[in-house]
Nanobody
Framework: QVQLKESGGGLVQVGGSLRLTCDASGRTLRNYYISWFRRTPGKDREFLADMGLGRGDARYRDSVKGRFTLSGDTVFLQMNNLTVEDTATYYC???????????????WGPGTEVTVSS
């Protein structure tokens, strides 16, 4: 079974950048899709981006296109030009089906906090 853990969260100022990493253990993620989600208090969890490992077929939520980029076999989420609205808990997930739905993944990380200050 796949175990995931996010890292790279922290405090950053508006306009700054962070790179989140999704580390996997337990089994290879080959043939999996890695997705990133985030959640802020009082709001539903929202899909941000996903990519099939080794496929280069990344897709993004409109609100983060041009600012967030997925890359790498150990999937990185590069976040640039951060705004206060990006403050949230960020999660990675792995699934064998490409989907924007949280529940259709097979494994989820515990999350990492990102705080963007003005």
């Amino acid at each position: 079974q796949v175990q995931l853990k996010e890292s790279g969260g922290g405090l950053v100022q508006v306009g700054g950048s962070l790179r989140l990493t999704c580390d996997a253990s337990g089994r290879t993620l080959r043939n999996y899709y890695i997705s990133w989600f985030r959640r802020t208090p009082g709001k539903d969890r929202e899909f941000l981006a996903d990519m099939g490992l080794g496929r280069g077929d990344a897709r993004y939520r409109d609100s983060v296109k041009g600012r967030f980029t997925l890359s790498g076999d150990t999937v990185f989420l590069q976040m640039n030009n951060l705004t206060v609205e990006d403050t949230a808990t960020y999660y990675c997930a792995a699934g064998q089906v490409q989907s924007t739905a949280w529940d259709l993944n097979d494994a989820w990380g515990p999350g990492t906090e990102v705080t963007v200050s003005s």
